[in-house]
């Protein structure tokens, strides 16, 4: 198990300028990551209702196991990823030896306000790299190199975080973009459609009933839900 861990969480903030003329957006990309590790297990692995407070991308680079989350069930095998999102509690459990590449992250998109990244892009539980797959492991390879480095090379490692993401969406995408179990959304994801609305008619008065009434919540809990 080696696992390099940071004081403080690699965060980095990327400003970015969609378009131009009238249709020119303005947005960041804000970027937190935690923990790059390689875990061998070379016996039987069981892990109980195991959370992070943050979004896993675990790459299963040998073995085989079973993942529960919740109602769910799935078999995973070599040159899949499993997209755990925050506080979600999972099982893991294999007969085999295995070898898991995992990281433990954030990232938000942010234009009027934060939104979780992979809430807009709902990958489901487990993602088959494909051809993907060389690429993965050496962008992961660069990620956990650089990631151990000083200030200049955390710049680079950041970087690799956010490929690792779009090769993982990219998959997620070529497998027809099979949607996240609704069981396994955060309790935030009900509003991602809410606050696009939102952000949409920052020039219009918008009232609280009005919101409410968009996600089904009663205008006295709307403030608190939200």
Same mark, same amino acid.
């Given at each position: 198990?080696?696992?390099?861990?940071? %004081?403080?969480?690699?965060?980095?903030?990327?400003?970015?300028?969609?378009?131009?003329?009238?249709?020119?957006?303005?947005?960041?990309?804000?970027?937190?990551?935690?923990?790059?590790?390689?875990?061998?297990?070379?016996?039987? =692995?069981?892990?109980?209702? =195991?959370?992070?407070?943050? =979004?896993?991308?675990?790459?299963?680079?040998?073995?085989? @196991?079973?993942?529960?989350?919740?109602?769910?069930?799935?078999?995973?095998?070599?040159?899949?990823?499993?997209?755990? %999102?925050?506080?979600?509690?999972?099982?893991?459990?294999?007969?085999?030896?295995?070898?898991?590449?995992?990281?433990?992250?954030?990232?938000? =998109?942010?234009?009027?306000? %934060?939104?979780?990244?992979?809430?807009?892009?709902?990958?489901?539980?487990?993602?088959?790299?494909?051809?993907?797959?060389?690429?993965?492991?050496?962008?992961?390879?660069?990620?956990?190199?650089?990631?151990?480095?000083?200030? %200049?090379?955390?710049?680079?490692?950041?970087?690799?975080?956010?490929?690792?993401?779009?090769?993982?969406?990219?998959?997620?995408?070529?497998?027809?973009?099979?949607?996240?179990?609704?069981?396994?959304?955060?309790?935030?994801?009900?509003?991602?459609? @809410?606050?696009?609305?939102?952000?949409?008619?920052?020039?219009?008065?918008?009232?609280?009933?009005?919101?409410?009434?968009?996600?089904?919540?009663?205008?006295?809990?709307?403030?608190?839900?939200?």
């Amino acid at each position: 198990d080696d696992a390099p861990h940071y %004081p403080e969480p690699v965060e980095r903030r990327y400003p970015l300028r969609v378009g131009s003329g009238a249709s020119e957006r303005e947005f960041t990309f804000h970027v937190r990551l935690h923990h790059v590790r390689k875990a061998v297990h070379p016996t039987i =692995w069981d892990l109980r209702q =195991w959370r992070e407070p943050t =979004w896993v991308l675990s790459y299963v680079e040998q073995g085989n @196991l079973t993942l529960r989350a919740r109602e769910w069930t799935q078999s995973v095998t070599e040159g899949m990823v499993m997209v755990h %999102p925050p506080y979600i509690p999972y099982d893991e459990y294999s007969t085999v030896p295995c070898e898991h590449w995992f990281v433990t992250f954030d990232a938000q =998109w942010e234009q009027a306000v %934060p939104r979780d990244f992979l809430m807009r892009f709902p990958v489901s539980l487990t993602v088959a790299l494909g051809e993907r797959r060389d690429e993965y492991r050496q962008v992961f390879q660069k990620l956990y190199e650089y990631s151990e480095g000083e200030t %200049p090379q955390l710049w680079r490692a950041a970087l690799q975080l956010l490929r690792l993401i779009d090769l993982t969406i990219e998959a997620w995408e070529a497998e027809g973009a099979p949607p996240r179990p609704k069981g396994l959304d955060l309790p935030s994801g009900r509003f991602i459609e @809410l606050v696009s609305y939102m952000e949409s008619h920052l020039s219009n008065e918008l009232s609280m009933s009005e919101l409410a009434d968009r996600v089904g919540v009663h205008p006295h809990s709307f403030s608190q839900a939200f």
